[in-house]
């Protein structure tokens, strides 16, 4: 299984991903710029990605704890996500997301 990720800086990386790991583990362990401070606890937002159109219907939906964490992040949108909270499945062979821009912070030491 892989999927696609788009860094911040446009390049777009295929990457290999084991069935029942969270995306953001797959992002992080392929030494992809995510910080995912909290370690996948939903209490960071630093996990932020944005999820392909063609794929977003295909994740369950987000729980209420995913929804108030992305209403205290930077630069949410519609088909913003937590990678945290992605869970890989064979369906989602191919998901393709792009990290989003990050905190002030983040953004300043980029
Ligand atoms: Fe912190 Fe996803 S890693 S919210």
Same mark, same amino acid.
């Given at each position: ?12 990386? +295929? ?5 029942? =790991?969270? *995306?953001?583990?797959?992002? &992080?362990?392929?030494?992809?710029? !995510? ?31 995913? +929804? ?5 992040? =930077?630069? *949410?949108?519609?088909?913003? &996500?937590?990678?945290?909270?992605? !869970? ?23």
């Amino acid at each position: 299984m892989q999927i696609h990720v788009t860094d911040r800086h446009g390049k777009r990386h +295929t990457l290999e991903a084991l069935e029942g =790991f969270r *995306v953001m583990e797959i992002i &992080r362990d392929w030494d992809l710029d !995510i910080k995912a401070e909290c370690g996948g606890a939903c209490a960071c937002g630093t996990c932020h990605v944005y999820v392909a159109p063609e794929w977003a219907e295909k994740l369950r939906g987000p729980l209420d704890e995913e +929804t108030e964490q992305l209403d205290m992040t =930077f630069d *949410v949108e519609a088909n913003s &996500r937590l990678s945290c909270q992605i !869970i890989m499945t064979a369906e989602l062979d191919g998901l393709e997301v792009t990290l989003a821009p990050g905190t002030e912070k983040e953004r300043a030491a980029a």
